[in-house]
Each structure stands twice: as structure tokens, then as C-alpha cells.
């Protein structure tokens, strides 16, 4: 089934510790994006990427990173810089010509003990 | 200014009345539209997209856009208590590629 694949879907990370988040998609999307939601809150975009091997901070990229290194993948880690990680992580593609829609993978709920 | 906005609600409509939701926008270079619809603890699915003034109709969903104002809605005819949901509003630039979306809506249908 042609889709996009986040995982996991809950992580913990202990204080002070980088953590992975992956996203893969097999539509053939070339635009990749990051988006982390808090409850109640609409998505804030982190990162985004139009093509291979490069990418663009949103409005909330400190404390995160990510890489583009294959069209299917867009990985993003969350650093022991970002000081209130606890929050939905969602991953979008799309295709990268005008007047196209991005969908959703299911999400990761990532929590901080 | 934020880029994206839209009421928080929640919106409150009885069931098989309309729902009305509302979208500004602050960058004039915009050019596609989005309405997605998101259930607590899920992720968005998109519902609607529009890309030139005028309204666009799907089902019970009709879009709105105006790109003059600025101002993107979405109409929920026959409102369901299943539409009940969080409605999120997406803007992006195409040369620049960002996808900017909005605090979003809490829709309350009761039946």
C-alpha cells in the first residue's frame, strides 16, 4: 500500500538524550514536511524539505535536525537542546508542482520522562 | 500577525444545520488552500483543497476563497454529529514550498 510511515508511534526519552523520529513514504513525493502539535494547538511547522539533500528550517527548527538524504526518507531528531520536546510529531509529503495536497503519516507522541 | 488564523471555537451547531468556518491569511503570495479535518489523538486528513477564487463544492463540503481578501472558508452542510472534529486551515506558497497551517476550529455538532 503506497503511503507514509512514521515510527514509532509513542516514544520516550529520558532527559538530556537525542531521539530519532522516522518517516518513510513510497508515493513518490518529492516535498517532505515536519510539524510538531501540543494539545490543543494547531501545527507548527519544524522542518521542511523540496528535494533531495536539502531542506528548510520552519518557525520552530531550534532544537531539532534533520536530513534528506534519500526522496523516501525524512528522519528528524529531536536534541537535548529542545527544552519542552513532549508533544505529537507529525510528518507530511506532497508532490512537488503547484496546486498539490500533503498528506499525514499517523503520527509519533513523543514524552519525556 | 500570525500567518494562519482562525477562531478556536469550539463551534457549537445542531445536528442538520451548517457550519460555517473561517481562514485568514497574511501572505499574498499564496496560492493553494487547504481545509483538513482532525480527530482527537489522530492525524490530519484532508477534506478539502482549492486553488482559484470562487467556491468549490464536495458533498456537503463547500470551499470558499478569496484571494483579494485574503480569506479562505469551509461549509459543512447537513452537519453530522461524526463531523464533530478539530478543522484545521492550510496555506502554502508554492515557490517557497511552506505548508503554514492554522491553530484550527473544534467543531461541536449536537444531535
Known amino acids: 500500500d503506497g503511503g507514509i510511515t512514521q515510527s514509532p508511534k509513542y516514544l520516550f526519552r529520558k532527559e538530556g538524550q537525542n531521539v530519532t523520529l522516522s518517516c518513510e513514504q513510497n508515493l513518490n513525493h518529492d516535498a517532505m514536511y515536519w510539524y510538531r502539535q501540543d494539545p490543543g494547538q494547531g501545527l507548527r511547522l519544524i522542518y521542511y524539505s523540496q528535494i533531495v539533500n536539502d531542506f528548510q528550517k520552519g518557525d520552530i527548527a531550534e532544537g531539532y535536525s534533520v536530513s534528506r538524504e534519500k526522496k523516501e526518507s525524512f528522519p528528524l531528531t529531536v536534541t537535548s537542546a529542545q527544552k519542552n520536546p513532549t508533544a505529537f510529531y507529525l510528518c507530511a509529503s506532497s508532490k512537488q508542482v503547484m496546486n498539490t495536497e500533503a498528506f499525514f503519516g499517523q503520527g509519533t507522541r513523543l514524552t519525556v520522562v | ?111
Do not use: H
Open chain 2, 1 to 111: 500577525q500570525k500567518e494562519v488564523e482562525q477562531n478556536s471555537g469550539p463551534l457549537s451547531v445542531p445536528e442538520g444545520a451548517i457550519a460555517s468556518l473561517n481562514c485568514t491569511y497574511s501572505d499574498r503570495g499564496s496560492q493553494s488552500f487547504f481545509w483538513y479535518r482532525q480527530y482527537s489523538g489522530k492525524s490530519p486528513e484532508l477534506i478539502m483543497s482549492i486553488y482559484s477564487n470562487g467556491d468549490k463544492e464536495d458533498g456537503r463540503f463547500t470551499a470558499q476563497l478569496n484571494k483579494a481578501s485574503q480569506y479562505v472558508s469551509l461549509l459543512i452542510r447537513d452537519s453530522q454529529p461524526s463531523d464533530s472534529a478539530t478543522y484545521l486551515c492550510a496555506v502554502k506558497n508554492n515557490q517557497g514550498g511552506k505548508l503554514i497551517f492554522g491553530q484550527g476550529t473544534e467543531l461541536s455538532v449536537k444531535p
